[in-house]
């Protein structure tokens, strides 16, 4: 397989399914509310806060070269105006320690939680949020960008706002809430527009761009009419505030099919995922094709990608099929820029609790010992073989 100079080879996590100890943000408070629709409590994660060091050690030994993490707010600005330098101090350390190892480091700013304090001021949908989250953007590039290459400001938007509003599965928790999920769409795309002009004028050199999620369409005959609609209304008005970014970010797992009519459901008997998505290695390179012709300006980054399962054999050839396809879409000119594999541990997977494996690396809840599973060493001779030649 042969890659751009430079490509970015790595994983990515997020501070609440891997940090453990995250009590001060909306979703801890989520999972403990009486009722909550949360199979279980995140608790101690995989205690990535403090095993970092060997984690990102153990990342540099498996020749990657790329991180994203969050930099969580609700540890950095427990309170409104309150600033914790030691939180701030702990991610300059999470840094430090990256650029030691040769890796990287890629920040995310907001995935998927919220300080409780802003939660309860309104979270998403008051556009007070939107200021808030400027003045932290602003903050963490004052107070660490000279560390790091790449922000992505907010994780999938698309699923922030749709997870909270309309299938209650995020905190708030709404189910079918049309006119908050519009609301908070606007105010999620003020916050990343202001966030992005607060961090150039601090740092005009960081790179700033953000992430959605996205299905790869598969389309039957008679049905390009249909998707092309589909793909225009959901991630139109999304590719639009992301067009002014250095690079967009694709999170795609999995494949859409559309019929005449619109999307479809996967036709019977493909393999699933524990997630029960179509097992799809080639749809994150064919997703990076399509959107190649839809805003060929925008440099892409695959910053999530992976297959929750606990058959690892299954996750080796999910790896070797998508790089092998992110490769031949690079070689016919599709500007893609790195590859982050979802995820580096078996983390939290949000409502449906530990039990969807994403890992290439496994761990012992008990004593955090981390096992690196066969997947991890198939990605590794890969990343070797395109970075030695
Ligand atoms: C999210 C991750 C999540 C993954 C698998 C992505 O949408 O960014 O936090 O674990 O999908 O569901």
Known sequence: MRFPEGFLFGT???????????????????????????????????????????????????????????????????????????????????????????????????????????????????????VRFQAYARLIAIELGDLFSHVFTIVEA????????????????????????????????????????????????????????????????????????????????????AAEDDFLGVQCYSTQHYGPDGPTESPLGVERTQMWWEFAPEAAADMCRVLATVVPHLPLMISENGIATYDDTRRVEFVQRALAAVSAATQDGVDIRGYLHWSFLDNYEWNLGFRCTFGLVGYDPRTFERTVKPSARAYSEIVRAATSS
């Not at 009722?35 to 050690?57: F, K, L, N, Q, T």
């Not at 350390?93 to 907001?110: A, N």
């Not at 997870?163 to 928790?173: D, M, R, T, V, W």
Request: charged fraction near 15%; include cysteine.
């Open 158 to 241: 698309n699923m922030v706002a749709d997870n909270a509003y309309l299938y209650g599965i995020f905190p708030p928790g709404h189910v079918g809430d049309a006119e908050s999920h519009q609301r908070a769409q606007l105010v999620l795309a003020r916050a990343h527009q202001t966030a992005r002009a607060a961090i150039k004028a601090e740092r005009p050199e960081l790179l700033v761009g953000s992430s959605l999620s996205m299905l790869a369409p598969v389309i039957a005959a008679g049905g390009e009419d249909a998707a092309h609609r589909h793909l225009h209304a959901t991630l139109g008005p999304y590719l639009q505030v």
């Open 12 to 130: 990515a996590t997020s501070a609440l399914q891997v940090e453990g100890g995250n009590v001060n943000n909306d979703w801890w408070e989520w999972e403990h509310r009486p009722g909550s629709p949360v199979a279980e409590v995140v608790g101690d994660a995989c205690d990535h806060y403090h095993r970092y060091p060997e984690d990102i050690a153990l990342m540099a030994e498996l020749g990657l070269n790329a991180y994203r993490f969050t930099i969580e707010w609700a540890r950095v600005e427990p309170a409104p105006g309150q600033i914790s330098y030691a939180a701030l101090a702990h991610y300059r350390r999470m840094l430090q320690t990256c650029h030691d190892h040769g890796i990287t480091p890629m920040v995310s700013l907001h995935h998927f939680t919220l300080p409780r304090w802003v939660a309860e001021a309104g979270g998403w949908t008051s556009p007070t949020t939107a």
